[in-house]
């Protein structure tokens, strides 16, 4: 049954992930990336230091630090080290690339969700803000059933990719390195999820602008200690991705990346998943934020 399941899902994937996809993807990075004049080059020099402002006087129910790591929550750690790792072990070395590329052409892609998020969120009765594609969509161009649609569809990928991979790798890191039960592992993971999420956003967004700084610093912190542990691989990791990418061949140690197009499919496919541009989830977060405008 779950052999019957799982080639199911393999095919449609395939489908989905097929040439079509990739060139719109990626496509539509290179074309905001041109179209916003390379803005991926202010990222450090306003767009960091934007992000840690306050405007107090602003709309919005958090700052736009707790809407940034709220967004930042997902994709760090799990969604890097399971994103990459499995691009990898399914596109081969030359994956990385093309997980690079996605990243670097992403940011002005994101940058463009995160901005029509803001620009056209809506206040609630409540005084709750509440933005995302489906208001983009419904108010912006006019099609609220693509917007409806867009939602549904968000719901289902948030028990997926949102939810199941990062507590499926808590689960088997417990149970294989502390012996701890997955089940156990699953019901704690729930509770504690419950007792923030419940709270809402403002909830969600000061959990997140505690813990999300130090995941960071952590997760840079092990990523420089490995890579100085095996300085040695550095060199020719990078010369083999870099071959890998544009040429076939299969993937050293028994690997099954098998070309040039495995290595672009799950290296963008993957990518997205470690850095969300372009999937529409993250906007939804940056539009609660409580900023003076869109841009901001």
């Not at 290179?30 to 405007?55: A, E, N, P, Y």
């Not at 693509?146 to 088997?172: D, H, Y």
Request: glycine residues 14%.
């Amino acid at each position: 049954m779950l052999d019957s399941i799982s080639a199911v899902i393999t095919k449609i994937d395939g489908l989905v992930w097929g040439w079509w996809l990739i060139i719109l993807l990626l496509g539509t990075h290179i074309f905001m990336t041109v179209r916003l004049g390379f803005i991926q080059r202010k990222t450090l020099s306003k767009g960091i230091k934007l992000s840690v402002l306050k405007d107090p006087d602003a709309e919005g129910e958090v700052s736009q630090f707790g809407a940034l790591t709220t967004a930042l929550a997902a994709t760090i750690g799990t969604g890097n080290i399971i994103g990459v790792g499995t691009a990898i072990a399914l596109g081969g070395p030359g994956a990385v690339l093309w997980c690079w590329l996605t990243g670097v052409f992403g940011i002005a892609t994101k940058y463009s969700e995160a901005l029509i998020a803001v620009k056209y969120r809506v206040k609630t009765e409540d005084g709750r803000m509440q933005g995302g594609a489906m208001y983009a969509l419904s108010r912006g161009l006019n099609l609220k059933w693509l917007g409806m649609l867009f939602a549904v569809f968000a719901g289902f990928a948030s028990f997926g990719i949102g939810c199941a991979t990062q507590v499926n790798a808590i689960a088997t890191v417990c149970n294989e390195n502390l012996g701890i039960p997955m089940w156990i592992v699953g019901i704690v993971v729930a509770v504690l999820t419950a007792i923030v999420i419940f709270g809402g956003i403002k909830s969600i967004a000061s959990v997140c602008e505690k813990l999300v700084p130090f995941m960071a610093i952590f997760y840079v912190l092990g990523c420089i200690i490995i890579l100085c542990m095996n300085y040695d691989f550095i060199i020719p990791a990078l010369g083999t991705i870099g071959k890998l990418a544009f040429t076939p061949g299969a993937a050293a140690g028994g690997l099954v990346g098998t070309g040039i197009r495995m290595a672009i499919q799950y290296g963008v496919a993957r990518g997205l998943f470690s850095n969300e541009s372009g999937l529409g989830s993250a906007p939804i977060a940056a539009a609660a934020a409580q900023t003076r405008n869109p841009v901001r």
